[in-house]
């Protein structure tokens, strides 16, 4: 005997009503309209600024020679002979530069010659009354000197033994921190404690309370630039190195931040 198997077959919109009816597949539906609802919030920024007295500096200082000036034609050059005397005057007064600093107590380590610099200059020669000057040529050889100074005190004392060398040029004084991340967390903790502050306050007088942070930011770390002072070699011999003349001054510091607090009615 055949037995006849019958399917059932549902018509499409009667599939989808039990489809959508079946407890399982509507859990999603129930879930996605049960969010939680977004955080009431406190935003703050604070800034923060300290004012920072530097702790060691960095001279900077050159030395040149000139090879005599000749007069100018379009194949003329400086002698190879001239740059050799040039070059061995200048070496010999950055030897005599070098252990005048040494003898007023600093490290050879602390003192930094740059390299050679070789550059043609061109000068105007004046004639007598009435007559067209001339144009000569000469060729300047240099260098450059940076001196590290750990200690302020012994700057003076420096600039002396500067002057002593017969630098022809003294750049000036750069002012620096030694250790300028301790600097750069003190502002940065100060800026936090007064976006603290502004909140508590705020709360304080709105009637809220404050929950837990939700969100910080940075807005601008702490940066800093060294105190650049400038200054001449004849300024310096005049002052005689004093303390008066070259007082370091202070390096600001600023950083900025963002605080959010979660905010709810008081109890």
Known sequence: ?????????????????????????????????????????????????????????????????????????????????????????????????????????????????????????????RQKEGAEGSRMTRTRLERPFEIDIADLDKLPMMLDALTRAGVNALDGVTYDLSNPGVASDKALTQALEKARHKAELMADTLGIELGPVISVSENRSPVYQPRMMAMSADAATESGGSNAEYRPGTITLDAMVSVSWEIRPAE
């Open 1 to 125: 005997m055949t037995q006849v198997r019958r399917h059932t077959r549902f018509p499409g919109a009667l599939l989808s009503i039990l489809l959508l009816s079946s407890p399982l597949l509507a859990m999603p539906v129930v879930a996605s309209a049960q969010q939680e609802a977004p955080h009431k919030r406190l935003d703050v920024q604070a800034q923060s600024e300290i004012q920072v007295v530097p702790d060691e500096a960095t001279l900077s200082a050159r030395l040149w020679e000139l090879t005599p000036a000749i007069a100018q034609r379009d194949d003329t050059s400086t002698s190879p002979e001239a740059l050799s005397k040039a070059r061995q005057r200048l070496e010999e007064r950055a030897a005599r530069l070098i252990e005048t600093l040494e003898e007023a107590g600093l490290e050879r380590d602390a003192i930094n010659a740059g390299s050679l610099r070789v550059q043609p200059e061109t000068i105007q020669v």
